[in-house]
């Protein structure tokens, strides 16, 4: 499962969490641990649905949208400039889906390019911060056949955002909380298995992963991976046919090394 020894304990007992969030007959003092981990709010957070999460201010256009520059590889490179920060994308049937955050990190957009790269229109705000204590961290976007969808993170308040979009761009439903009182997210990755999604946080120590259904509701239970250990960057989440796999990298004395998870899906809901 992980092409590291050092974690292959703590990979496999992260995937128990799910059955000690539960209330599983474990010692209360672990129980006490994994909730904090994955926050205090831990059990009323597992249950929690897109329309249970507020609904932002008027989306109304606010910025010119990104353009990438296309990679040999087909790789989208961004660059940032004085109004868009955190610039990601990912190419979609007719064009591109761009996210990107303001300058001050204050604000999440969305905004779609047709093949030639030019802008439908202005971008769409889909979050502002309510206060100077939030932080947003890289917005994550993946296409899906309906549209696309988005994921980011507040660090200083421990949530985890998810957005879905149609195929015009426009918001599908609320921006939802999939996690509240997660330990300090700095970035997100996110994956389509063409029925769920994989929704990946990088917390302060470990990997935080839940799974959402297409409707954007929790499917299964959230598990914290790698636990304790120093995660230097949140690579990918990809469906490889039968599993999410997982890949993120881990620093240990000054070296890097890339560990790979996979997370079978679940068909229950949390």
């Known amino acids: 499962m992980v092409r590291h020894s050092r974690l292959t304990g703590v990979v496999i007992a992260a995937l128990a969490v799910g059955a000690l969030v539960t209330g599983c007959s474990r010692a209360s003092e672990e129980l006490q641990r994994v909730q904090r981990a994955v926050g205090t709010g831990a059990q009323a957070a597992l249950a929690a649905r897109p329309d249970e999460a507020p609904v932002p201010s008027e989306a109304a256009p606010e910025s010119q949208v990104p353009v990438p520059e296309v990679a040999l590889d087909g790789s989208l490179r961004f ?143 959230a598990q914290v991976i790698a636990e304790g250990e120093a995660v230097h960057s949140l690579d990918a989440v990809a469906w490889d046919g039968r599993a999410f796999d997982l890949a993120f990298t881990v620093r240990h004395d000054g070296r890097d090394e890339q560990v790979r998870a996979r997370i079978a899906r679940s068909d229950r809901r949390g």
């Open 79 to 221: 660059t940032p400039d004085a109004n868009h920060r955190n610039v990601t994308g990912a190419r979609s049937a007719t064009g591109f889906v761009v996210a990107w955050t303001d300058a001050p990190q204050s604000a999440v957009y969305v905004g779609l390019l047709d093949g030639d790269r030019r802008a439908h229109g202005q971008g769409t705000r889909l979050h502002t911060v309510a206060s100077d204590e939030e932080t947003l961290a890289a917005p994550a976007v993946v296409v899906t056949p309906e549209g696309s969808a988005i994921a980011w993170a507040d660090r200083d308040n421990g949530r985890v955002r998810f957005a879905r979009l149609d195929a015009h761009g426009a918001l599908r439903g609320t921006v939802a909380i999939v996690h509240d009182g997660v330990d300090a997210p700095r970035t997100v990755a996110l994956g389509w298995n063409g029925r769920e999604f994989g929704v990946a946080a990088a917390l302060r120590e470990g990997v935080y992963f839940t799974r959402l259904g297409a409707d954007g509701a929790r499917v299964g239970e």
